[in-house]
């Protein structure tokens, strides 16, 4: 035998065990601190107590200019909370937990340490789990009639159905592309999807419907594109579907969602951005800013209900459009890459168009459905790419 004196990096168990245990909680603590301090103790603190240097290296060395213009966005949306009258400091340290976040995600994939694949398995297989737990508490603990009661709010710290329907659809769709490359069972997708469908169904948020459908016009486009020939088969199963959906209908297990219409959003907008424009189109209303105006129903407005409308609100035109710059480079790569967490991302985002709030703030879930896939795309792509052109470079 042959002795051996290297030693195994404990950080390359201790990060991605960090990462999926400050994840998963989501699912499993109600207590919103409990969760942040996972992150503070967990990641924050040794990323800048042992880790900043290697850190800083690797965001220097491998990371591209979308990486620094989104890095220059999360600055940009902290300090924006001065344009505020009532300014609050807090934001930040929102920033330091933001570019933390991220970077500490894109360095451990590119080191190798966290298999993106197996995050997004073990990120479906928790999500199940949770609403498998959620139907037991909604259903048997607190007693509401099955299958008229909705599932709301959830029992953790992913509290909200509306997220958590569409962080469920942007998960379903992302994991059966890897699914279907593995050339995993199709009774297994099909159980999946219904599976999803039925908790969909209960949580009775229409963002989620609208981010399956979404990803189930990506999923059938990615499917045509690799295999053109197979239209007349996808345009049968379009008739089941439809067919089934038009029963559901009129049985009328839709109507509480269809009752509830477009939910006052496009009169919200309209009053977001009457106040943007009140505020200044360049810069807006600065973070921490809170929405003077009521519905006409006097009903109060906590947040825009839209991620780009939010950030336009917040930090004007200039915030906004980096926001959409940074993401629509993000998919780019995902496409170059061939990465399910692209169609993760564009999922996230259908949905996120009807009930978005800002992304620079405490870990919440806006860091689920919107940062993580953009980090998990950084890593990726600095591993696969530009690591890959340094050490083979052309003519060599």
């Known amino acids: 035998m042959v002795a051996t004196n290297e030693k195994i990096d404990w950080r ?53 200019s979308w990486e620094a213009l989104l890095l220059f966005w999360a600055v940009l949306s902290g300090i924006s909370t001065f344009w505020y009258e009532d300014y609050q400091l807090k934001y930040l340290k929102h920033i330091i937990y933001v570019i933390a976040f991220f970077l500490i995600v894109s360095w451990a994939i590119f080191r190798g340490w966290l298999d993106t694949e197996k995050l997004l398995y073990i990120l479906l297989a928790g999500m199940l789990i949770y609403l ?41 769709s992302s994991a059966l592309v890897l699914l279907h490359r593995r050339k995993i069972q ?64 009129e049985a009328g297990l839709f109507d509480s969602m269809i009752a509830r219409a477009d939910g006052y959003r496009l009169e919200l907008w309209q ?16 973070y921490g800013y809170d929405i003077k105006s009521l519905m006409a129903d006097s009903t109060q407005i906590y947040h825009p209900h839209n991620i780009v409308l939010a950030q336009i609100l917040y930090t004007g035109l200039t915030g906004g459009i980096i926001l959409v710059v940074c993401l629509a480079i993000a998919l780019y790569k995902a496409v170059q890459l061939k990465s399910p967490w692209g169609i993760y991302l564009i999922c996230a985002l259908a949905g996120l168009m009807f009930d978005g709030d800002k992304l620079v703030g405490n870990p919440d879930e806006m860091w689920l459905l919107i940062l993580l896939p953009m980090a998990v795309i950084s890593g990726e792509y600095a591993r696969t790419f530009r690591a890959t052109v340094e050490t083979h470079p052309s003519g060599s």
Request: glycine content about 8%; some cysteine.
């Open 271 to 286: 009053i977001v951005l009457t106040e943007y424009l009140q505020c200044g189109a360049l810069f807006g209303c600065g």
């Open 12 to 64: 390359s168990w201790y990060i991605p065990t960090a990462l999926i245990v400050f994840i998963l909680s989501y699912f499993v603590i109600d207590i919103t601190k409990f969760v942040n301090n996972i992150f503070y103790a967990s990641l924050l603190l040794p990323a800048i107590i042992l880790w900043s240097r290697e850190i800083i290296s690797y965001s220097a060395r491998y990371l591209g």
């Open 186 to 249: 199709l009774i297994i997708q099909i159980g999946l999807i219904t599976y999803a469908l039925f908790f969909l169904y209960l949580m009775r948020s229409r963002s989620g419907f609208v981010v399956f459908l979404c990803g189930a016009v990506v999923l059938i486009a990615l499917y045509l594109y690799n295999q053109p020939g197979r239209l007349t088969k996808v345009l049968i199963l379009g008739v089941i579907a439809a067919i089934i959906g038009i029963g559901l209908y």
């Open 132 to 172: 498998l737990y959620a139907f037991v508490s909604t259903y048997y603990i607190q007693g509401k009639t099955f299958p008229l009661g909705r599932i709301e709010p959830l029992p953790a710290r992913m509290s909200s159905s509306i997220y958590s329907s569409i962080l469920l659809s942007s998960l379903l």
